[in-house]
T-cell receptor
């Protein structure tokens, strides 16, 4: 399967700042990338789906102007949390798929804490 | 509304015990179902994927069954080990290329 990395693995920031999280597919042409959010003791909730070179499709209730997603290449997607607030503190996980299959390969996640 | 529910939310067992984790889904017209493992503070590892036409899948000490008509799946873990301690998530997809809908997970603790 694909090897997926995320950077940073954790980040602490002040309220009002923006944070960028990278998701890289190291050995796999990821035509589709997914971003999930997981609050403590809760399950993963899909935030958005992006195809390489296209605008992301956001799930209902997810603010596209607050969570900026860029899927610039088949190996890189970024999630930028703009003007972060404490309620944005969460575990953000990306996954990738491609090659004509539905299998998603997950990254290790990024822990965001907004003070 | 398409929802996935997992029971129990947490489970603690002694080492060596066989155990069953349950997953149910409200809309039975799934495309496939997957079981994942998540270690604390980590991403997800796919354990087993069952297509809608299949009844079960096996990998080592793990066996996942699917009863699509009743909207249920079970994950059977044989001869549990402390290293099996993790949160187990099930997720369904309703169409090819569709999104994964996750259950809340079962937090498993296997005591030595």
């Amino acid at each position: 399967g694909a090897v997926v990395s995320q950077h940073p693995s954790w980040v602490i920031c002040k309220s009002g700042t923006s944070v960028k999280i990278e998701c890289r597919s190291l050995d796999f042409q990821a035509t589709t990338m997914f971003w999930y959010r997981q609050f403590p003791k809760q399950s993963l909730m899909l935030m958005a789906t992006s195809n390489e070179g296209s605008k992301a499709t956001y799930e209902q209730g997810v603010e596209k102007d607050k969570f900026l997603i860029n899927h610039a290449s088949l190996t890189l997607s970024t999630l930028t949390v703009t003007s972060a607030h404490p309620e944005d503190s969460s575990f953000y996980i990306c996954s990738v798929s491609g090659g004509g299959t539905d299998t998603q390969y997950f990254g290790p996640g990024t822990r965001l804490t907004v003070l | 509304k398409q929802e996935v529910t997992q029971i129990p939310a947490a489970l603690s067992v002694p080492e060596g015990e066989n155990l069953v984790l349950n997953c149910s889904f409200t809309d039975s017209a799934i495309y496939n179902l997957q079981w994942f493992r998540q270690d604390p503070g980590k991403g997800l590892t796919s354990l087993l994927l069952i297509q809608s036409s299949q009844r079960e899948q096996t990998s080592g000490r793990l066996n996942a069954s699917l009863d699509k008509s009743s909207g249920r799946s079970t994950l059977y873990i044989a001869a549990s080990q402390p290293g099996d301690s993790a949160t187990y998530l099930c997720a369904v997809i309703y169409n090819q290329g569709g999104k994964l809908i996750f259950g809340q997970g079962t937090e498993l603790s296997v005591k030595p």
